[in-house]
Antibody, heavy 124, light 111 residues
Framework: QVQVVQSGAELRKPGASVKVSCKAS????????INWVRQAPGQGLEWMGW????????HYAQRFQGRVSMTTDTSTTTAYMEMRSLRPDDTAVYFC?????????????????WGQGTMVTVSS | QSVLTQAPSVSAAPGQNVTISCFES????????VSWYQQLPGTAPKLLIYENHKRPSGIPDRFSGSKSGTSATLGITGLQPGDEADYYCATWDTSLSARYVFGIGTKVTVL
């Protein structure tokens, strides 16, 4: 079935980096982009950015530019989100979610399939 | 930049109907379509409504969406205990720095 499955929970110290993976299956990987959304404890959803799996172009939310990198590996149908210089307020559940694209351009308002989430804890 | 405003909470008894509104400070809801997501406690968000009023396969017709001007509305009829969740509206902000914007979320409590 169509699904995206994320890597497991991570614990990092402040200043470190973390890389979360999102493995897609059950559909043609390059016809959907991958978004990353995070949710701090008790808070709402925050969009971080997205990557086109078709040509690898990325677009990051302004507040994450310079600290986040999103990549994909089409051979393994996996997307990755790496965040550097982690701070305690980066502690959150990180979700990947797919969005429909045509030739790499977003054509939908909806994130229709979500990963289960990856808890990232930043603590000394 | 756009901000999507939702009431923080709404409550109703089983069987009743509820509506959740989403108001936008800019003009993106007027120019772009709106999605709605349901997040049950401890789980990932789930798409409920897309393109203002369409339901993905498997979403019951108790859930409906509409849009008028710079506001959108999610309706739930025949409220059930399993509907107790957080509900988020969302849209693309296609202003200067394109981004996807979520509302602050509305907690629906089934009394």
């Amino acid at each position: 079935q169509v699904q995206v499955v994320q890597s497991g929970a991570e614990l990092r110290k402040p200043g470190a980096s973390v890389k979360v993976s999102c493995k897609a299956s059950g559909y043609t990987f390059t016809t959907y982009g991958i978004n990353w959304v995070r949710q701090a404890p008790g808070q709402g959803l925050e969009w971080m950015g997205w990557i086109s799996t078709y040509h690898g172009h990325t677009h990051y939310a302004q507040r994450f530019q310079g600290r986040v990198s999103m990549t994909t590996d089409t051979s393994t149908t996996t997307a990755y989100m790496e965040m550097r210089s982690l701070r305690p307020d980066d502690t959150a559940v990180y979700f990947c979610a797919r969005v429909s694209t045509v030739f790499g351009a977003v054509v939908s308002d909806a994130f229709d399939i979500w990963g289960q989430g990856t808890m990232v804890t930043v603590s000394s | 930049q756009s901000v999507l405003t939702q009431a923080p909470s709404v409550s109703a008894a089983p069987g009743q109907n509820v509506t959740i509104s989403c108001f936008e400070s800019g003009s993106n809801i007027g120019n772009n379509s709106v999605s709605w997501y349901q997040q049950l406690p401890g789980t990932a968000p789930k798409l409920l409504i897309y393109e203002n009023h369409k339901r993905p396969s498997g979403i019951p017709d108790r859930f409906s969406g509409s849009k008028s001007g710079t506001s959108a509305t999610l309706g739930i009829t025949g409220l059930q205990p399993g509907d107790e969740a957080d509900y988020y509206c969302a849209t693309w902000d296609t202003s200067l720095s394109a981004r996807y914007v979520f509302g602050i979320g509305t907690k629906v409590t089934v009394l």
